[in-house]
């Protein structure tokens, strides 16, 4: 049963820790089975893709004007890099 207050994403990550665990108990004979693997995961719905639009891109790029990281935000920025991507 899916709780309310819980996404999908945050319930499916959930199963998958727990069957993990369950599993690193079956190899060490700790249970008998994964009660986990009945367990059905849900439908996630697709991220939403955010992204700037250019009078905030032309906003951030005039606050970090003449900043030290003001190259690697004009970078990031024109090269379409996502936040790990960076550093």
Do not use: M
């Not at 991220?47 to 990031?76: C, F, M, N, S």
């Amino acid at each position: 049963k899916k709780q309310d207050d819980l996404a999908a994403k945050t319930l499916n990550r959930i199963r998958q820790v727990l069957g993990t665990f369950y599993e690193w108990l079956l190899d060490r004979d700790l249970v008998r089975a994964n009660p986990v693997r009945r367990v059905r995961c849900y439908r996630e719905s697709p991220p939403v893709i955010r992204y700037l639009k250019l009078p905030q891109i032309d906003e951030l790029l005039a606050a970090v004007e003449g900043d030290l990281v003001h190259p690697v935000i004009a970078t990031a920025l024109y090269a379409g890099l996502r936040r790990a991507e960076i550093c």
